[in-house]
C-alpha cells in the first residue's frame, strides 16, 4: 500500500492550492484520511481529517479557509486551500488508515500511511 501526494507549489498570499492523494495497493478499506503539515523547525500538525463517512475537523488555524475532500472510489483525498498565508508554509503530508487485503485476511487490523510530502510555499 502507498499514498502519493501532489499539487504543492509555491503561491503568493491570497492565493489558492488544491493538493491531491490517492492510495494505491491491495487495499481492503480506508478509514480515516487527512493532512498533516511541518514547517521549518516545528513539530507536524494535524491540519484537517475526514471520516469514511465525511466528517471532518479542521485546525483552528485553516478553518474558513481549507475544505477536505474525499473520494471513496479513487481512494483518493483532497485539500482546497484558499487565502493562503505564509505561516501555510510548510511541507504537507497526506495520511490515511488503510486496512489492507493481507491485514485483513491475517487479522491484523488497520494501519496508519503516510504520503511523501509535498512542499507548499506562500511567498510574495
Known amino acids: 500500500v502507498q499514498l502519493q501526494a501532489s499539487g504543492g507549489g509555491l503561491v503568493q498570499p491570497g492565493g489558492s492550492l488544491r493538493l491531491s492523494c490517492a492510495a494505491s495497493g491491495t487495499i481492503f478499506s480506508i478509514n480515516a484520511m487527512g493532512w498533516y503539515r511541518q514547517a521549518p523547525g516545528k513539530q507536524r500538525e494535524l491540519v484537517t481529517s475526514?471520516?469514511?463517512?465525511?466528517?471532518?475537523t479542521y485546525a483552528d488555524s485553516v478553518k474558513g479557509r481549507f475544505i477536505i475532500s474525499r473520494d471513496n472510489a479513487k481512494n483518493a483525498v483532497y485539500l482546497q486551500m484558499s487565502s493562503l498565508k505564509p505561516e501555510d508554509t510548510a511541507v504537507y503530508y497526506c495520511?490515511?488508515?488503510?486496512?489492507?487485503?493481507?491485514?485483513?485476511?491475517?487479522?491484523?487490523?488497520?494501519?496508519?500511511?503516510w504520503g511523501q510530502g509535498t512542499q507548499v510555499t506562500v511567498s510574495s
Open positions: 495520511n490515511a488508515e488503510i486496512m489492507s487485503q493481507s491485514a485483513k485476511y491475517y487479522n491484523l487490523g488497520v494501519r496508519g500511511y
Open positions: 475526514i471520516t469514511s463517512g465525511g466528517s471532518t
